[in-house]
């Protein structure tokens, strides 16, 4: 089986993009990435779209179609196919993406992430986020996204006394290396404080705790190592790939917060990778809620349940684990079907060198998970130089 | 985005507090389900319904400040995870009281009342919620 390999990523800013469209977003981003893999669009044999909710905030489906045909490669007639995972979307497009190369089937694919969130106004948002929770059993009864997530937060805190501070810290590192993005929704640096007197939104959960609506698109280009050599193109290296699922609805789990889905498929990323945890050079975490920062830490492996605060003097770019050199969902944004993919740019960034004052000295290995809702779904990918 | 009729399929089950219970093991489950997650096709047409007490206790919860519009007129508003006697846990709001009584551990029972509106239709459906004891 060939190894699979990156060779190309783009993406657009991420933000309230009032000026962009759905197929905008996603044409920018695929381009780019085309661009600088240094190959054509032509030459592309398959498309995977990752996307979340179009079909209900733009009333668009058939995504994949959409962005083949406005990337200019309709008449090519490439197959393209959308991959849904809610949340965990990208991460799952990348994976399906990685297993057709592995499989022998396709030498060079493209995988781009999309998501438009403001198309729809004030809290007829928070309905259709609410829409990746089990609609009958928990959003029914007044659950949102991050009302589960506070309700996570409050047991984990009272079970294991840990400070509300310490949840913020999750944010306050988002937010210093979203700084040094341009890409980033938010590049302002912000205090533990400000998060504190931020207004609630789920109580323990504070506006700055939580990831914004996003507009955005990401895109990269996989290639098999043949292809690559072949044509002399330059790339980094999907190490392995894991995907894990666990009960839909928080209320089924064993735990409320543990992310069993999160923990079993970064086990079986790090084995399938061979290398130790020790080798992770950075870390992209799903830190939709700053709560999942957290957990996140605990449950990839990093540290024990209910300690995962004593790493948060190491998450900071010069510590020995950086936590989100790119920013992070909560400050480089959240565009659902394309975060996980972005989580990719970053580390094609990183391992080639080219992240500018956020590169990580040294960058190996890096971890990234993608999660859907309050962990029903978990993807793992390990990339290396 | 309301669309609240479609939740009437489920009502006896909101209504009753009707849940399943696996007599290969014993397992309570809500909401109810075909297929128990720990004995698989040896609990196929053992699933039996039950009638759940409505007596739990918090297992945790938070105060929703932002909430879908169907819900803009009763925030802020307790959602919390109750665990029940039987066993299952389930995600509800309670309700007559103020906020600042809440507490993890407390107990409470179910309640029925009106979860919302649906925009278009004017329907009104009524669910189970939870008071404190
Ligand atoms: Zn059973």
């Known amino acids: ?385 | 985005m309301g669309q609240l009729s479609r939740f009437w399929r489920e009502s006896e089950h909101r209504y009753r507090l009707l849940g399943t219970r696996c007599e290969n093991c014993g397992r309570v489950y809500f909401p109810p389900r075909e297929v128990c997650p720990t004995c698989h096709r040896e609990s196929i047409g053992k699933m039996k319904d039950l009638e759940l007490s409505g007596e739990g206790v918090i297992e945790s919860f938070t105060v929703v400040h932002e909430a879908p519009p169907r819900f803009s007129r009763q925030k802020p508003y307790v959602l919390a995870l109750i665990k029940m006697e039987e066993g299952p846990m389930i995600t509800g709001q309670i309700v007559d009281c103020d906020p600042s009584e809440v507490e993890i551990g407390k107990h409470v029972h179910a309640v029925f009342r009106r979860m919302g509106e649906d925009g278009d239709t004017g329907v009104i459906v009524y669910g189970y919620k939870f008071a404190l004891d």
């Open chain 1, 1 to 385: 089986m060939s190894e699979v390999y990156i060779i190309g990523a783009g993406e657009t800013k991420f933000g309230e993009l009032w000026d962009k469209s759905l197929r905008d977003l996603a044409v920018e981003a695929g381009l780019e990435a085309i661009k600088e893999a240094n190959i054509y669009s032509r030459d592309l044999q398959m498309l995977y779209a990752s996307n979340s909710l179009a079909g209900t905030i733009n009333e668009q489906s058939n995504i994949a179609a959409l962005a083949a045909d406005f990337s200019g490669i309709a008449e090519t007639h490439v197959p393209a196919v959308r991959v849904e995972a809610s949340t965990a979307s990208g991460g799952a497009a990348v994976r399906e993406a990685y297993l057709a190369i592995k499989s022998g089937e396709y030498d060079v694919v493209m995988v781009g992430g999309v998501e438009k969130m403001t198309d729809i106004y004030g809290s007829e948002i928070i309905d259709v986020q609410s829409s990746i929770l089990d609609r009958e059993w928990e959003s029914f009864n007044g659950a949102t996204p991050a009302a589960l997530a506070a309700i996570t937060a409050r047991r984990y805190m009272h079970d294991f006394k840990v400070p509300r501070e310490d949840l913020a810290m999750i944010a306050v590192n988002d937010h210093a290396n979203a700084s040094m993005n341009p890409d980033a929704q938010y590049r302002n640096k912000i205090t533990v404080d400000q998060v504190l007197k931020s207004d609630p939104v789920a109580e323990p959960l504070n506006v700055f705790d939580c990831s914004p609506i996003s507009d955005g698109a990401s895109a990269i280009i996989l290639a098999s190592d043949e292809y690559r050599k072949k044509n002399r193109l330059d790339g980094i290296r999907i190490v392995s790939s894991a995907m894990s699922e666990d009960y839909l609805a928080l209320h089924s789990r064993k735990s409320i917060y543990t992310l069993e889905s999160a923990r079993i498929a970064a086990k079986q990323a790090i084995d399938r990778a061979g290398i130790k945890k020790n080798d992770v050079s950075f870390l992209e975490l799903n830190d939709s809620y700053s709560i999942y920062g957290l957990l996140e830490l605990e449950d990839l492996g990093f540290a024990e349940k209910g300690k995962g605060n004593e790493l948060l003097g190491e998450i900071k770019l010069g510590g020995s684990l950086p936590v989100n050199p790119s920013g992070g969902l909560k400050a480089k944004g959240n565009p659902l079907g394309a975060t996980g993919v972005s989580q990719f740019y970053e580390a094609y960034l990183q391992l080639k060198g080219k992240a500018g004052q956020r590169q990580v000295k040294g960058a190996r290995y890096g971890m990234l998970h993608n999660m859907a809702g309050t962990g029903a779904t978990s993807v793992v990918h390990i990339v290396g130089e």
